[in-house]
């Protein structure tokens, strides 16, 4: 009588077939890197929490600019990791930097590269499309999704 041979697939299901899932467990973000997510992870909040400038410039009403070079008058300066309490209407900008909260009544951002200011007046030497440079509240993700999937396996990305 010969021996009796097994497909790989056969094989790779019969030794399978011994193993356990193991339970899960909780480790350390720097000990997660390669280990296999047990459930899915869900988003506690959304990213960026509201409409930000994706460049340094001035927040401005796109509709304002329909013919370049156009003046604005400069109503405030928002860094980073502040806002601007007013509201922007039409004639007006604010100046702004990357990852500040959009103002109130803004819809645009002019990229400082297309500007000039002297004083309190912005001079914008190229016109905008409303939305332009706004990275949208919950762009990258937002509350309540999945952003990590079950049986995923952790990358340093992730």
Not at 23 to 50: F, K, W, Y
Request: hydrophobic share 40%.
């Amino acid at each position: 009588m010969g021996k009796l041979m097994l497909s790989v697939e056969e094989a790779v299901t019969r030794i399978a077939s011994s193993f356990k899932l193991l339970p899960p467990e909780q480790v350390s973000l720097a000990s997660a890197h390669g280990r296999v997510l047990a459930e899915n992870l869900i988003s506690l909040r959304s990213h960026p929490a509201v409409d930000v400038s994706s460049m340094d410039g001035y927040a401005v009403i796109a509709s304002d600019i329909k013919k370049t070079p156009f003046d604005l008058k400069v109503v405030g300066y928002v860094p980073a990791g502040d806002s601007y309490q007013g509201t922007i209407i039409t004639g007006q900008a604010c100046r702004i930097f990357t990852g500040a909260p959009i103002p109130t009544g803004a819809n645009a951002i002019v990229i400082q590269e297309n500007t000039k200011e002297y004083g309190n007046t912005v001079t914008v030497r190229k016109g905008v499309k409303e939305g332009q440079y706004i990275r949208r509240a919950g762009m990258d993700f937002k509350y309540g999704e999945v952003g990590l999937f079950e049986g995923q396996v952790l990358s340093a990305r992730d």
